[in-house]
Structures are given as structure tokens and as C-alpha cells.
């Protein structure tokens, strides 16, 4: 995964802010304590797990319009793919063409995503006028029991995800749809671009590193995460290092929150 790659995602997240996000408990009423473990939180969820969840369910969609009868195929094209093009290069490739550009191709060994046994392979590319496909990032996607999925990353390094997803049947969408994950992943970026904002004292193009191991499986639903705790740590290239855990839960039908410890403290904020 390259640079300016992570970057962009945690550009993305940066411009979100933290708004809409308020405190509830703890020692420090102002956030002080807490906020940057919450920043951490949220830079794992927006700019790595986000990425990683909205390219693999691009493989959910073309799964369901495969399986699909051919008079409902336009449906499924027009309901997930408004915005590309699908084309079958042969019995087991894929893509999605958008503007006359491949955007994402799927490499799979002839079986449908619902079979034990499936191994997909899903490659996203820049868009961009270079006479070749630059990749984004690329993923394997492994059925390993009933509605039960391995996912991993392929030729990455150093960024990686090493996922188990689970859902209660199978499904054409992540987005709509609850799901279980469980495992770890891990995040690079550099701050030359002015993007970080911990405790470290930064200069320019400094290294940051997130690990981050989810301790119990996360729950999401279409509304937010329900369940699940995760470590993230995060490392910077003069080994400084910060810590926090993340704790989502449910309050009532309608409050998603995540409690956040760090520095000793824990507060819950509105997720």
C-alpha cells in the first residue's frame, strides 16, 4: 500500500471531525483525557476498516448479481453498480469499469461466494491516466464455513487486515446488513502531509504505525457497532508510542456509544 495512499484515507477522516461526537462520563468532563484515544479509534474505523469493508462488500454485490436470474441482473447492476460498468472476461474474472476505466477487477476460482471453498481475490486501481493499472490495494476473500469469511490482504505490506467475517445468512450487502469481525489489523501513514495530531513531538515526514487487535468480536450493525472491544496501539518512528481501547455497545435501540481508555481513564462518547 502505498504512501500517499493511507494518506489520502486519513485525509478523509480529518475533514469528518469529531463534531457530532460528545462525552458522556468520565474523569476529565472536557474530553482532554480521552479525546486522543478516541482519535485513534476513529482514524482505525474511517481510514482502514471503512476502506477495507466497502471494497470487500464490492465483492458481495458482484456475487449477488451472478447468482442472480438474468431478469433481475439489470436490478442488482443499477442497485449496487450505478456507477459502473460489469464485465465478465471469463469464466472467473471480473471487473468494474467506470468512465472507460478499470476500477476494480475480481478473480475468483469458479464458485460463488456462498460456497465453502471460494477463494476470491478483489483488486481496486487508481483512477488515473497512466497507460497501466497502478492497485490500490487487493484483497483475498476466503468462504471457510456457512456465512463465514477469511480476508486478507495480498501484497501489501506493510498495511494488512487478517479478518474473520461472519453474518447470520448470506448476503448481497455489508452496508445494510449486521455482520461479525473478528482479528487484527495494521495501518501506515506518514505525517509529512500535517495530517497526525498526537502527543509526539512530529517533524516532517515522520512515520506513524496503528496496530490494532480486536480482543472481542465486534458486532454492526446498519446503525453502528452494538458489541466488540479493540487495542489499537499506535507508534511513530522514534518508538513513541499510545495506547487506548476502544469498548462498543448499545445503550438503547437508537444510542450507539464506545468507551475509551486511556491514560488510565475511561470515558464513554456518543459513536
Known amino acids: 500500500m502505498k504512501k500517499n495512499i493511507i494518506v489520502l484515507f486519513v485525509a ?22 480521552t479525546e486522543k484515544g478516541f482519535e485513534l479509534c476513529h482514524y482505525w474505523d474511517n481510514n482502514l476498516n471503512a476502506e ?41 474474472q471480473w471487473t468494474l469499469i467506470e468512465q472507460q476505466a478499470t476500477r476494480y477487477s475480481f478473480i475468483t476460482n469458479g464458485k460463488t461466494l456462498s460456497e465453502i471453498g471460494a477463494q476470491w481475490i478483489i483488486t481496486s486501481y487508481r483512477n488515473s491516466d497512466a497507460p497501466q493499472l497502478e492497485v490500490l490495494n487487493s484483497y483475498a476473500i476466503e468462504c471457510t464455513g456457512v456465512s463465514t469469511w477469511h480476508i486478507t490482504t495480498t501484497n501489501s505490506d506493510p498495511f494488512y487486515v487478517n479478518y474473520t467475517l461472519t453474518t447470520d445468512t448470506m448476503v448481497e450487502t455489508l452496508t445494510s446488513e449486521p455482520y461479525t469481525l473478528e482479528g ?4 501506515y501513514y506518514s505525517t509529512y502531509y500535517g495530517y497526525a495530531s498526537y502527543d509526539y513531538n512530529y517533524e516532517n515526514n515522520a512515520d506513524i504505525f496503528i ?11 446498519a446503525q453502528g457497532y452494538s458489541s466488540g472491544k479493540i487495542n489499537l496501539k499506535a507508534t511513530n518512528d522514534a518508538n513513541q508510542e499510545m495506547e487506548t481501547t476502544a469498548e462498543f455497545y448499545r445503550q438503547n435501540p437508537v444510542a450507539y456509544k464506545v468507551k475509551i481508555t486511556y491514560k488510565g481513564v475511561t470515558e464513554s462518547w456518543v459513536y
Open 184 to 187: 487484527s489489523s495494521f495501518l
Open 211 to 221: 496496530d490494532a487487535t480486536i480482543t472481542e468480536p465486534i458486532h454492526k450493525t
Open 12 to 33: 478523509i477522516t480529518i475533514l469528518i471531525g469529531f463534531s457530532s461526537c460528545k462525552i458522556e462520563s468520565g474523569d476529565d468532563l472536557n474530553g482532554n483525557v
Open 52 to 92: 477495507v469493508i466497502s471494497t470487500i462488500e464490492k465483492a458481495f454485490n458482484l456475487n449477488a448479481y451472478i447468482v442472480a436470474p438474468e431478469g433481475s441482473k439489470t436490478l442488482i447492476e443499477d442497485l449496487y453498480f450505478p456507477y459502473y460498468k460489469i464485465r465478465q472476461i471469463d469464466s472467473t
